[in-house]
C-alpha cells in the first residue's frame, strides 16, 4: 500500500533561488576582476619627460620593443603587416591617431625609421608615448 505522502513520486516544483543567487555572485567576481585584466604586458622603459599629452588613449597603440619588433594594441605584427593595415585605416579614418611607445633603449634612427613608416602609410598624427 501506497500512503498519499509518498516523496517517491514526480517531483512539480523545483527551489532555484540557491542557483539564481550562486550565478549572481559569480556574476560580480567575474565583473570586479575584469577590470583588472590588462593586454599582454609589454616591457618598454619609456623616457620620462615632464610634460606629455594626456590624449592618447584615443589612438592605436603601437609599440617598439628592445629588439625592434613591433606590437600593434598589445599583440605582435611584422613591419610590412602594420604598414598595410595603416594605410587602409588611414583611408577610412583621416584623422587617425598613431601613437608610439618605443623603448628608450632603441637608437633615434630606429625610431625615426618607424616613424616615416608610420608617414608613408598615411597617418599624419604621430604621438610619441612617454612617462610623466
Do not use: C, W
Request: proline share 3%; hydrophobic share 40%.
Amino acid at each position: 500500500m501506497h500512503s498519499s505522502n509518498d516523496n517517491d513520486g514526480e517531483i512539480k516544483d523545483i527551489n532555484i533561488t540557491p542557483m539564481v543567487d550562486i550565478m549572481l555572485v559569480l556574476l560580480v567576481i567575474f565583473m570586479v576582476t575584469a577590470n583588472f585584466l590588462n593586454k599582454e604586458s609589454i616591457n618598454i622603459n619609456l623616457p620620462k619627460v615632464t610634460a606629455a599629452d594626456p590624449n592618447t588613449s584615443e589612438s592605436i597603440q603601437i609599440a617598439a620593443l628592445k629588439d625592434g619588433s613591433l606590437m600593434k594594441d598589445g599583440k605582435k605584427i611584422k613591419h610590412e603587416d602594420l604598414m598595410k593595415d595603416l594605410t587602409k585605416q588611414a583611408k577610412y579614418r583621416p584623422n587617425l591617431r598613431v601613437t608610439l611607445s618605443a623603448d628608450e633603449t632603441l637608437s633615434y634612427g630606429t625610431v625615426a625609421a618607424i616613424m616615416g613608416k608610420i608617414r608613408q602609410s598615411g597617418v599624419s598624427r604621430i604621438a610619441l608615448s612617454v612617462n610623466r
